[in-house]
């Protein structure tokens, strides 16, 4: 199922999936596109390690990571159009599966709001990289 929320963020379900399974496809996704290894940011271990600290739940996710990368042919088109658009990049692609859903793995990005020839070139991008994971995972219909 794949579903764009009010503030853009454009979420896939991946499924039925594991997670190992499911960042794998992600991270040769990557390198068919061309791009560098992204950075990669253990975001749930975070917020768990956190919980106790700062009040939230240790539980929100069974794993999350977020993927940090850039392009520098979108990063050249966006900023060559506006040079204040380097706070668009890195572009970033989130995978994550919840407590008791190990099988349902979510990828989320957030697509540039730009209505410019350098945004689009950047939402192409990112459903290239979407239907790569497909692919990859052997989810593609």
Not at 8 to 26: K, S
Not at 62 to 83: L, N, P, T, Y
Not at 94 to 113: I, N
Request: net charge negative.
């Amino acid at each position: 199922m794949a579903r764009a929320a009010d503030s853009e963020l454009i979420e896939r379900e991946l499924q039925p999936l594991a997670y190992a399974d499911a960042r794998t496809a992600l991270l040769d996704a990557f390198v068919e596109e061309g791009l560098a290894p992204p950075a990669v940011s253990q975001f749930g271990e975070m917020l768990a390690r956190t919980a106790r600290d700062l009040g939230h739940r240790a539980d929100l996710y069974e794993q999350a990571e977020i993927f940090s990368f850039c392009s520098a042919q979108v990063s050249g088109r966006m900023v060559a159009e506006d040079v204040r658009h380097i706070a668009l990049c890195p572009m970033t692609i989130a995978l994550y599966t919840l407590p008791g859903r190990p099988r349902t793995v979510f990828l989320v990005s957030r697509p540039p709001a730009l209505q410019t020839p350098g945004g689009e070139f950047a939402r192409a991008l990112l459903r290239r990289i979407v239907e790569r994971v497909l692919d990859n995972a052997g989810l593609h219909r």
